[in-house]
């Protein structure tokens, strides 16, 4: 009987436990409670029509608009240079002599056919020869003379264009040798390169390449200058797509009158695409679906969140340039909004900035 006490006792206690937490369950406003923190409180911003001027992004290196690799039409041993490395040439600057067993052979001929046709020329003078004997000597005269001063001007080695030196690549005395077929032993003798203006190379996706034309404007930075904004032009936009990067090559052009820009320098451009009206939703109502290229916004209807899709364009400033996807009008949630269900009930909260 005594055992028999005790486990109605402790069976009494569990009974009036349980009872008790499902009336603490099912008391006054705890479903209410539940129901309030359900409720996400979010941030949201309008998506709004605007006339702007989109801008595209690209980086590049500086390189000159102009550089020449000079070398010499025949085999021949460097007999002097006139430049240095940094020197600024102006076209038709001599810059190498060079002599050799060529120069020697022609010049030796020319020399021999000349005085032919000096002593030729005093005797038509004197009546001693006739015309017929005299233009026989000359034809070859002229033929000699102009053998040797097309070799003679291969050894001598001048500036195609204005510009700066940038390398020499043989030392006096060396010997320039050009092999079979036009090709050299070494790449060249002098490198030259225009200064006075510069260009990057940028490569356009098949999506931009519409909007990237000739006479464009671009706006240039490097680090070197980082107060300065230079001013380019675009020159030239290649017609073929790469099938491999899917991308064509566009030159911009840019003046540098003062050559602070150096060929290598890594350069920031921006192209000033037309004024248009687009669709513009800011960035912190876009999102990316993890682990893919595509975005979605949540708007804010009616106190809940909707998931749309949406395509975007250029980016401007803070905003997206929106393709599909939103309309004007619309309210995009922009704080809040990470793991918010589509559905989800949502209250609208002002900024901290706006209270």
Request: hydrophobic share 40%; net charge negative.
């Amino acid at each position: 009987m005594r055992i028999r006490g005790k486990t109605l006792i402790r069976a009494g206690v569990l009974v009036l436990a349980g009872a008790a937490l499902t009336l603490a369950g099912c008391g006054g406003g705890g479903g209410e409670q539940q129901a309030e923190e359900r409720i996400r409180p979010v941030e949201v911003a309008t998506v709004e029509m605007s006339r702007v001027a989109p801008t595209l992004e690209f980086s590049g290196s500086i390189m000159p608009v102009r550089e020449a690799s000079v070398g010499a039409m025949v085999s021949a041993q460097v007999s002097r240079i006139h430049v240095e490395p940094g020197d600024r040439v102006s076209a038709g600057d001599l810059m190498v002599e060079m002599t050799g067993e060529q120069l020697t052979q022609t010049k030796a001929q020319f020399v021999s056919v000349e005085k032919d046709w000096e002593r030729m020329t005093r005797l038509l003078e004197a009546g001693a020869v006739t015309q017929q004997a005299f233009d026989q000597v000359d034809a070859a005269y002229q033929a000699a003379k102009a053998g040797y001063d097309l070799v003679r001007e291969s050894t001598l080695i001048r500036a195609p264009f204005s510009g700066v030196v940038a390398a020499t690549y043989l030392e006096e005395g060396e010997v320039f040798v050009l092999m079979p077929g036009g090709s050299s032993s070494t790449p060249a003798i002098v490198e030259v390169v225009q200064m006075d203006k510069v260009k990057v190379d940028i490569a356009v996706s098949e999506r931009d390449l519409p909007e990237v034309r000739e006479g464009l404007k671009a706006q240039v930075t490097v680090a070197s200058y980082p107060d300065r904004v230079f001013e380019g032009t675009v020159s030239l936009v290649e017609p073929v797509i790469s099938s491999m990067t899917r991308t064509a090559k566009a030159e911009i052009v840019i003046p540098n009158p003062d050559e602070v820009l150096r060929p290598g320098m890594f350069a920031h451009l921006t192209l000033e695409l037309a004024s248009r009206d687009v669709l513009l939703v800011t960035h912190d109502g876009v999102l990316q679906q993890e682990g893919t290229g595509r975005y979605f916004s949540m708007l804010h209807e009616d106190g809940h969140a909707k998931r749309v899709d949406v395509v975007l364009g250029h980016s401007v400033g803070e905003h997206h340039e929106v393709l599909a996807g939103l309309e004007a009008g619309q309210t995009v949630i922009t704080t809040g909004r990470y793991r918010l269900a589509d559905g989800a009930r949502v209250a609208v909260q002002e900024r901290e900035g706006n209270r």
